[in-house]
C-alpha cells in the first residue's frame, strides 16, 4: 500500500517556535501557567505540563507575581493590562504573524472599520478583536455581513479594513471578502488577506493528495481550526476522509482494499503523531 506524507504536514514555523520557547522557559522557571491551550494539540500540552505548565482559561486563576504564557493564538489588549497589574512577568508566545495582524488593526482603529473574518469563538479572532477597538466586527459567515453594515452604519467612518484569522481557507476569505465589497460600496474598503502563507500552502497539498488518492488521514488536535479547515478541503476531493488526533482512532479501520493513502496534519501536530499513524498503516 503506497502511502503519501504531506510535505508541509506537522508544525508550522510559528507553533515550532512556540513550543520550543515554551520549553525553554519551563526549564529556566520550572512552573508557568499558560493562558489557554498554548497550542491546539493535547499531546504537545500534555508534553508540556509534565515539565510545569499549569494551563488555566482564566487569568485571574493566576496568582500575583507569578509567570504567564499567552499562547501562539494571542490574546486581547486588555490582558496585557490585567498581566501587568497581577505584577506578573509576562512570555508573549504570540505568533509573528499574529502579531503582526495585532499591529494592523492597532494603526487603523482611528479611522476605520475593522472586520475580521474567521471564527467568532476561536481565541486567534477574539485576541485580534481586542486590539481592534469599539470599532469592529468578527464575520464568519455571509449572515454576518449585513449585522457588520448595521454597524458600520452607527460610525462616522467613510473606511473598511477587512483582516483575517491566519488559519481559515483562502476560498472562505475570497467569498467573504468578495460580499464585503459588495455591501459597502459607499465606503473605502481595503482588503488585507492576512492568512499565513504556510496555512494556503498546505491546503493547496492536501487537494493534491487527495484528488490522488481514494483515502485521507487528517491528523490534529480537536479543537484545531487550520487541521478541521483541512479536512474539509479533503473531503471536497477525495472519498474517504478521517479527522483523527492520534493512531488509536484508526486500528479499527479496513485498510485491505485500499491501494494508497494520503496523510495530512495541521499546524499543531506533532512529528511523532504522524509518523505512528505512518508507521501503523505501511504494517498493515
Do not use: W
Amino acid at each position: 500500500m503506497e502511502v503519501v506524507v504531506g510535505k508541509l504536514a506537522g508544525f508550522c514555523p510559528g507553533v515550532e517556535n512556540t513550543v520550543k520557547r515554551a520549553k525553554e522557559i519551563l526549564q529556566e522557571k520550572g512552573t508557568v501557567y499558560c493562558l489557554g491551550e498554548i497550542v491546539h494539540n493535547g499531546q504537545v500540552i500534555q508534553e508540556l505540563e509534565k515539565i510545569g505548565m499549569i494551563t488555566v482559561e482564566n487569568i485571574e486563576e493566576v496568582p500575583n507575581n507569578s509567570s504567564i504564557i499567552f499562547r501562539a493564538h494571542g490574546e486581547p489588549e486588555y490582558k496585557y493590562e490585567i498581566a501587568k497589574q497581577k505584577n506578573l512577568e509576562i512570555f508573549d508566545l504570540t505568533c509573528g504573524k499574529v502579531t503582526a495582524i495585532h499591529k494592523k488593526v492597532q494603526r487603523e482603529r482611528e479611522e476605520s472599520f475593522i472586520i475580521i473574518l474567521g471564527k467568532k469563538k476561536h481565541p486567534e479572532v477574539l485576541g485580534t478583536k481586542g486590539f481592534s477597538g469599539e470599532n469592529s466586527y468578527i464575520v464568519e459567515s455571509e449572515d454576518d455581513i449585513l449585522d457588520a453594515y448595521i454597524e458600520y452604519e452607527k460610525t462616522e467612518l467613510g473606511r473598511v479594513y477587512v483582516v483575517a484569522q491566519t488559519t481559515i481557507s483562502s476560498k472562505y476569505f475570497d467569498i467573504l471578502a468578495e460580499e464585503i465589497e459588495k455591501n459597502f460600496i459607499e465606503a473605502e474598503v481595503v482588503i488585507d488577506k492576512t492568512i499565513c502563507n504556510a496555512t494556503e500552502i498546505r491546503q493547496k497539498e492536501t487537494a493534491e493528495i487527495a484528488k490522488k488518492y481514494n483515502t485521507m488521514i487528517i491528523i490534529g488536535g480537536k479543537n484545531s481550526s487550520n487541521t478541521k479547515e483541512l479536512a474539509k478541503i479533503a473531503e471536497e476531493n477525495c472519498e474517504n476522509v478521517y479527522l483523527i488526533e492520534t493512531v488509536d482512532e484508526i486500528k479499527n479501520i479496513n485498510f485491505s482494499n485500499i491501494s494508497g493513502v494520503g496523510i495530512m496534519a495541521g499546524a499543531s501536530t506533532p512529528r511523532e503523531s504522524i509518523n505512528n499513524v505512518k508507521i501503523y498503516i505501511e504494517s498493515l
